[in-house]
């Protein structure tokens, strides 16, 4: 490139890093809020835990499918409209969930009792499978930007700053909604019908807590029935921002704007090359690449882990350990925080320490995380808030490397040609996970207690390391060389 040319490429690599960064969080702000919901819904609707968790299981198994399926036409489809869809039908769906109660009664007729909550459990669950189709269109398409705008050789520093979105969206999303479940809908306490409902409802989920804590969590949900509603309405407005925000600073690839491809990126495969030629090459990459499978299987691992917390965090904070929601939102969102230095610190360890070489950053990561995730279950229940903060928020630091590295790994295997193929693979592999930690995990907290949830957590961490091990001596990348 001439140095004007190289300007300009730098000036539009930032622009699409920090650009897919931002839309990336969004992304997160309108799925990730579902958690923070789930307290009040049960205080209000006396759904259970083992319910959620079916959702959750459903929902995950949905959002692998789509990553695999928009991963496939990531690789041949413009990156910015790509996004831009799918953030406005997550807005979209956000809106409707707020309005589900209504939208069911007005369709059974009911607005409480058995059949009324059946119903919303089904209207919830289908609003969920549709949003988890549109988040499909968020990895995926950023997963192709990135690639054809960053070098193989600075991929994993680069690419770890931009997984940061994935921590900075739950962060947001995390004091955002906590926030409005502490301080938003309607106070019942001095209704004694829904008083009774509401005491009902949350007498399993305080079961194990001290009369202090017992009062306090029954109180916050007596004068904030409905917060949950906002925690919808709010994330679908910040939702409908990025999609305008995305169509105005995204483009596609070097090319688009006048510029040549990036130099190192050599492959078999050229724009002109025939559909045929295409599949052949994804075979060779992706579909019969075992070390893009031994990723997938590792990283199944990392998300049971990293989905334990995210989805269960809140609701274990409160009803295991007595924290209000807002400081159980505080405590997920430093677990992000310090995911973001260690996501930061893993890539730059994996390019400057083992030359692009990120699988062995990941196998030190996973004894970290094995360390503090063991450390969390010994604490016991009267353990000080801020102890807890820290030790959650040290596994946090480790479980984040090799979240982030795991689609570098991939994308430098399978090239920048088949990289969102390679990742929806992985996606859909690790999404299988809710399995693990959406159904199994609520069906475990509801009748073995949250002990076995650790033990459980502990393990698939041990296996996670062992996967890892196995890539030690793999080559840095599949480019032609």
């Known amino acids: 490139m001439t140095p004007e040319q190289t300007n300009k490429f730098n000036r539009w690599q930032w622009r699409t890093i920090i650009g897919t960064m931002i839309g990336y969080a969004i992304f997160y702000v309108v799925r990730k809020n579902f958690s923070f919901a789930i307290p009040g819904l049960t205080a209000q609707y006396g759904i259970t835990k083992t319910a959620f968790g079916i959702i959750m299981t459903l929902i995950g198994v949905i959002y692998g499918a789509s990553r695999f399926v928009n991963g496939i036409i990531a690789d041949r489809s413009n990156g910015r409209w790509h996004m831009a869809i799918g953030l406005t039908g997550s807005a979209i769906v956000n809106i409707l969930f707020g309005f589900g109660a209504i939208i069911v009664t007005s369709m059974t007729g009911l607005s409480e009792g058995p059949a009324f909550v059946r119903g919303l459990v089904v209207f919830f669950a289908v609003l969920l499978i549709l949003n988890n189709v549109f988040q499909g269109c968020g990895f995926p398409p950023c997963n192709r930007l990135i690639t054809h705008w960053v070098a193989p050789s600075e991929l994993a520093t680069k690419m770890s700053l931009w997984n940061t979105s994935h921590?900075?969206?739950a962060f947001i999303v995390s004091v955002l909604c906590g926030w409005l479940m502490g301080h938003a809908g309607t106070d019942v306490s001095a209704d004694p019908e829904m008083r009774a409902r509401v005491i009902e409802n949350?007498?399993?989920a305080v079961a194990g807590l001290s009369p202090e804590k017992a009062d306090a969590f029954l109180n916050n949900a007596l004068q904030h029935v409905g917060a949950w509603q906002w925690a919808f309405?709010?994330?679908?407005?910040i939702a409908i921002f990025g999609v305008i925000f995305i169509i105005l600073t995204l483009r596609d690839t070097p090319k688009s704007v006048g510029l040549p491809e990036l130099e190192g990126t050599k492959t078999k495969l050229d724009d002109n090359d025939s559909p045929a030629a295409?599949?052949?090459f994804?075979?060779?990459?992706v579909w019969f690449n075992p070390i893009i499978w031994i990723i997938a299987i590792s990283d199944f691992f990392v998300y049971v882990v990293r989905f334990a917390v995210l989805d269960w965090g809140p609701t274990f904070l409160q009803e295991s350990r007595g924290l209000s929601p807002a400081m159980a939102g505080w405590t997920v969102a430093i677990f992000e925080c310090f995911g973001v230095?260690?996501?930061?610190?893993?890539g730059w360890i994996s390019d400057k320490v083992f030359k692009g070489r990120a699988q062995r950053t990941c196998l030190f990561c996973m004894l970290g995380v094995i360390l503090f995730v063991t450390a969390f279950f010994l604490l016991p229940e009267k353990t000080n808030p801020v102890i807890l903060l820290i030790i959650l928020a040290c596994a946090g630091f480790f479980i984040y490397g090799p979240q982030a590295l795991c689609g570098i790994i991939a994308s430098q295997q399978a090239t920048n040609r088949a990289a969102s193929?390679?990742?929806g693979l992985i996606g859909m592999i690790c999404y299988l996970s809710v399995l693990v930690s959406g159904w199994?995990?609520?069906f475990v907290s509801d009748n073995f207690g949250w002990k076995w949830v650790f033990v459980t957590m502990i393990i698939v961490s041990i296996l996670g390391f062992f996967g890892f091990a196995l890539l030690w001596n793999t080559a840095r990348d599949g480019y032609d060389k």
């Open 278 to 280: 295409f599949k052949k």
């Open 167 to 169: 921590s900075v969206g």
């Open 440 to 442: 199994g995990f609520g």
């Open 233 to 237: 309405w709010v994330p679908a407005i």
């Open 421 to 423: 193929t390679a990742n």
């Open 282 to 285: 994804l075979r060779e990459k």
């Open 202 to 204: 949350t007498k399993d």
């Open 341 to 346: 230095c260690g996501m930061l610190l893993a």
